[in-house]
């Protein structure tokens, strides 16, 4: 089966001598039907041709960022949406740098930072520059970011050294883009269901117990797993968060409510619980403001666990089920805890008696605790970065 049949890549062609190799590698994906838009670069340009180019894609060599014609045909925000798949070939040290440092300096750096696809970068360089520290640091970046390795390779160089810093041939570099879609082709199969926010739990119809959770890394993770070809279903207390379309969003308010709303998206291969949902409410809320009194007393109840409900189930229990564990103090004790009581696969512990992490924060810490093997620590970075590394082992666990 040809998983790359009519799909839309954009190819980016850097300076390098291996940017020879950027013609196979277009003789390659129009032989399996695959549709090719090309950036040529400046220094790209000095190897290979634009009219070489254009006459294997049969398409249009798009170069100069601010240039009218490009710009009225199809500006550089379109050209990032049209794509399927992003790969940058050659990818030099030059162009890895400015990917790292989010340069977007020329046409090929700014459809790069502009674009919301996967991106494959194939590196190509000599070996002293691939193993220099700084490469190393922007390579480990990219990474972070979602971008794909392909190669390098380890051989002879044009420059008469040996070592690893040889461009992939372009028929590994196909398969590997070929491979990806087929896997993402599966994954779409596998439907993923995320609970993220606060709940409001009323008192009377204008108050109510809730917390400070903000939803956004139960949103991220969301993204995180769309983005990686889940059909991902996001059910969300009350948040002030936007969602791309191609996630259904489901927005509650009450326990109750997030509770019927993850019964009725079930079943699902994945379900993550990272609400704050909250623990208990009124045994009986007033339907009626509540007036000014020097003595208040509400009774209170324990609210539904979601959580331990459905990873619980018989029948309804996803392959693997992930909860959340926010605490003050004796993180991990608490968390391991948690992942027996609640029948769990997984806990992400975070600490949230740090302000400049966890609740309301762009950052975070956390740790995964597993219930057959040692827990992994994911250090302090953005929500962002913390949702693409958790969801990368949701799929290596998966597959």
Known sequence: MNHLSKKKILLIICGGISAYKSLEIIRLLKKNDVTIKTILTKSGAEFVTPLSIASLSQSKVYQNL?????????????????????????ATANTIS?????????????????????IFIAPAMNVRMWSHESTKQNIAKLKTYNYELIGPEIGDMACGE???????????????????????????????????????????PVRFITNKSSGKQGYEIAKSL????????????????????????????????MFQATLKSLPAEVA???????????????????????HLSLELEKNVDILSYVSNHNSLRPKLVIGFAAETNNLKDYANKKLNKKNCDWIIANDVSNKEIGFNSDFNEVT??????????????SKSEISDEV??????HLN
């Open 391 to 396: 969801v990368e082992k949701i799929v290596n």
């Open 66 to 90: 601010f240039s009218l014609e490009n710009e009225v045909e199809m500006d550089h925000i379109s050209l990032s949406r049209w794509a399927d798949l992003i790969l940058i070939a050659p």
């Open 98 to 118: 400015k990917l790292a440092s989010g340069s977007s300096d020329d046409l090929a750096s700014t459809v790069a930072l502009a674009s919301d696809k996967k």
């Open 162 to 204: 040996f070592g690893e810093g040889k461009m992939s041939e372009p028929k590994d570099i196909v398969s590997e883009i070929s491979n990806y879609f087929k896997n993402l082709k599966k994954r779409h199969k596998l439907k993923a269901i995320v609970t993220a926010g606060p709940t409001n739990e009323y008192i009377d």
């Open 368 to 381: 995964i605790i597993y219930k057959n093997k040692k827990a992994d620590k994911i250090k302090y970075r």
């Open 226 to 257: 769309s983005k990686n070809g889940f059909d991902t279903t996001l059910i969300s207390g009350p948040t002030n968060l936007e969602i791309s379309n191609d996630i259904n969003l489901i927005k509650v308010e009450t326990a109750e409510e």
């Open 272 to 294: 993550i619980f990272s609400a704050a949902v909250s623990d208990y409410k009124l045994k009986k809320s007033s339907e009626t403001k509540i007036k000014y009194q020097d």
